[in-house]
């Protein structure tokens, strides 16, 4: 395990509209407004997005397993906010569910779309210095401390 304590800076609510590609906005709201790092509640729905949801076998490094949805579905998720090699990086999992359905629930990476409204709530966090470094072993980014 490794930590580090940090603060609450600012907090930013945020509206998405019909057809936004919730991941690419929020990490250029983050660019634009200089996050360093935050978390990040979701509440809202969407018309379609790509999940990971889970490995192949648990095994490192891990497979993906694939999921998704086109049939619009309520919406909840929380995630983190740092900056990766490429840039600032959403690492956000969702609940999506639909009816009596049963609720697909995975980490965010593909094409995704808003239906109606996302709220998004952004808690900025100071003091931290967090990163995600690219980990050999896993094939993923990871949370890292400077």
């Given at each position: 395990?490794?930590?580090?304590?940090?603060?609450i800076n600012?907090?930013?609510?945020v509206?998405?509209?019909?057809?936004?590609?919730?991941?690419?906005?929020?990490?250029?709201?983050?660019?634009?407004?200089?996050?360093?790092?935050?978390?990040?509640?979701?509440?809202?729905?969407?018309?379609k997005a790509?999940?990971?949801?889970?490995?192949?076998?648990?095994?490192?490094?891990?497979?993906?397993?694939?999921?998704?949805?086109?049939?619009?579905?309520?919406?909840?998720?929380?995630?983190?906010?740092?900056?990766?090699?490429?840039?600032?990086?959403?690492?956000?999992?969702?609940?999506?569910?639909?009816?009596?359905?049963?609720?697909?629930?995975?980490?965010?990476?593909?094409?995704?779309?808003?239906?109606?409204?996302?709220?998004?709530?952004?808690?900025?966090?100071?003091?931290l210095?967090?990163?995600?470094?690219?980990?050999?072993?896993?094939?993923?980014?990871?949370?890292?401390?400077?």
């Open positions: 395990m490794d930590y580090r304590v940090g603060r600012r907090v930013f609510f509206r998405f509209d019909d057809g936004e590609d919730l991941r690419t906005c929020v990490e250029e709201l983050a660019h634009r407004e200089k996050i360093e790092q935050g978390l990040v509640l979701v509440t809202g729905a969407m018309k790509e999940l990971v949801v889970g490995p192949k076998e648990t095994a490192i490094p891990p497979e993906p397993v694939w999921s998704g949805f086109e049939d619009s579905r309520e919406i909840l998720g929380v995630g983190t906010l740092v900056q990766d090699p490429e840039g600032m990086s959403l690492h956000l999992h969702l609940a999506a569910g639909r009816g009596d359905e049963p609720v697909k629930v995975g980490c965010l990476r593909g094409e995704n779309q808003v239906y109606l409204v996302a709220e998004v709530v952004i808690l900025e966090i100071n003091g210095e967090a990163a995600r470094i690219p980990d050999e072993a896993s094939g993923l980014t990871l949370l890292s401390f400077r």
